[in-house]
């Protein structure tokens, strides 16, 4: 019977992170997946550390991020093309600039510095938005990193220090014993260990519910496209018009946004094709805020699920039965959080504890919710967020 310290469920970018921690700490860490590595969200994602302004209780959290993303590529030993210039969120529309006032004042309860400020400073900040900006909130802090880079820089870093991912291994059951985690259940059999963490985005639900534990989350399908590359444009995180929009480092313009559907945690086991109308909305939207990229050449599309928990908030929930499982959910915001989480699963999964600010962040927050939240926030497959 194979046996390890501790099993990850889930090689995307919270589980990846998660691992490299727990093999740095002497740990013998045994990651599957379903499919490839970082297959799923973490690869399709825009790349933003958002410093969570909107969620004081999550902004702490962030914070560690974000000390940690600035020695990342030297901890790693690979780039993740990590860059920190800020974040701006501009409005375009004076429902979206009154928006914006409202946010202000929640992320003045962070102590991060946020400014707000008016469109004519939004646009001597980044001189290519549209005349039409009303004005919006900045932060000098914040950054932005490629997905794909960091996503495999975690992989690459946990393998160099002998680790094992183990891809087409979907786990069927979580296996437990006595009130405690005892292992899984593959197609190839029983592999063993006394603690796990499960990183399988909106896929932890359907691993819980066998044992009886209700994980509130909704799969969201996300669009993205990238432009052909531009010359530099602008190097802060933008957020605008209901669009996240960075450059990278070669000059695309990489954008998500738009619509969203809300999907069913059965069918979010199959990656969805991205649908034209959405990406031109995302098109559209872009021109909008920025006008010169009309011209731009689109590259590619694609879409991405997200598991967003009823508040958006992440959690992160050590169970005391069984005991030695513990389950994250990243709420849409993970692969900036990714540094931060990591640490704290490991140091939970390890050694029970840590002391990384998550107390705010369990299931308990979750006690007074009802059963059908989905239903009652329209937030069913089918329907729509915009
Ligand atoms: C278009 C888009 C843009 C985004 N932009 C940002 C951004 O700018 N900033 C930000 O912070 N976040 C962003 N996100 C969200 C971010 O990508 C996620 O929060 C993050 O990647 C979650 O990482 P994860 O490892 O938890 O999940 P995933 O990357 O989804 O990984 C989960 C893994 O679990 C595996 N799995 C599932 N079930 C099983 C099973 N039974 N057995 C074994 N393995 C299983 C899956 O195959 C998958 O590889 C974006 C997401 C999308 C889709």
Redesign the pocket.
Known sequence: MESFDLIV????????STTWRARKAGARVLV????P??????????????LRGETPDESRLAQVAEKLWDTLDDDLGYPTEWTQKGRLWAAVTPREHEELKQSYLGFQKTGIPFELIDGQACRDLVPALSPETLGGIYTSRAG?AN?QRT?HAFAWAFRDLGGEIREY????EILTESGKVKGVRTAQGEIHAGAMVL???A?NA??LAPLGIDFPVAPVR???FVTAPLPPLFDQAIVAHGL?IRQTLRGNIHV?GGPHEWLDAGTANDMPKPTTPIVRNIARRLFEVFPSLRNAQMLRS??????VTPDQITTIHPFDTPAGLIA???????????PALGLALSDLALNGQTDLPITDLTLARFAALPKDWRRVWNWQPGSYNT
């Open positions: 469920v889930g090689a995307g970018i919270v589980g990846l599957l997946d379903k499919g590595t970082a297959y799923e969200a973490s690869s399709r994602a825009t790349g933003f550390l958002s932005h997905p996503s291994a979907p786990v069927l990183s399988a985005a896929h359907a691993l996300l669009e993205a996240a998500n694609w879409a991405g699920i997200i598991d994250c959910a990243s709420a849409g915001h993970g692969f900036g959080m990714s």
